[in-house]
């Protein structure tokens, strides 16, 4: 296992150079990692995915892990979704410019984050695994029209509070827009992308829409998920869902 660099003043300055790089290692799937690779992404950072990552050397055992590499060679390691996603939104100037603007992305990405890992993860994709066809379906159902109709409801209204200018805080693209664009993404991925757009539209959540297509405007991001790199991850996750829930897979 592996601990943490505590060497406070020093670090603080290393993660301020300029011509840093950056590695994510984390399976070869959009799951847990992909909003730390989404950030990486519209940052138009210098980073690289890496697959192979043995997780009894990280931190907390557990993946995935963000490596940032000084041109000296120096190398710092975070672990942990939540930590990593929020430094990098506040190294690429994509997190808040006050206390209040913090709490209030931290809150909008907090939900969304407990929308995938919680929802469509835990209480639905790993619970309804192994149940009957009629117990799958229950679970779908529940999953679609209570759970993610909520956060979409929720959001929309947040959204439209902020004049539907498709950003949650202020007028900028910040942390907050990132985690909801890269939710939808993998959650069309595991329950479809057609299922998805029952409750998540332009007629609907027009705020929501908005949001994900500013992100995926920009340069840097759209040349990621167009990538054949990223190509490959889809394949990747499209072959896990299927091996645990063939069912969710056209």
Known sequence: MKTFDLDLEGNSKLVASDNLKYTVGYFAMDLGGTSSRGILAYADADWT????VEKSE???EFIPVLTVIHP????????ENVAIDIFLAKQFGLHGQNAWE????????SSSNTMFFQE????????????????????????LNEQLQKWARTHEAHLE????NGHYVGNRTTLADIRTTTLLDVTEKIVGKERI????NETKTPGIIKVRKNVESKPSYQSWITSEEYKKLDVKTASFVKSQYPELVD
């Open 161 to 164: 509070n902020n004049r539907l």
């Open 120 to 143: 469509a993860m835990n209480n639905f994709f790993w619970e309804s695994s192994g149940k009957s066809g009629e117990e799958k379906k229950e679970y779908l159902d529940r999953f």
């Open 58 to 60: 990280m931190p907390f």
């Open 197 to 200: 757009a029952t409750i998540v």
């Open 102 to 109: 913090e709490a209030l992305i931290n809150s909008f990405y």
């Open 49 to 52: 995915p890496i697959y192979q």
């Open 72 to 79: 000296d060679g120096k190398e710092l390691v975070l672990a």
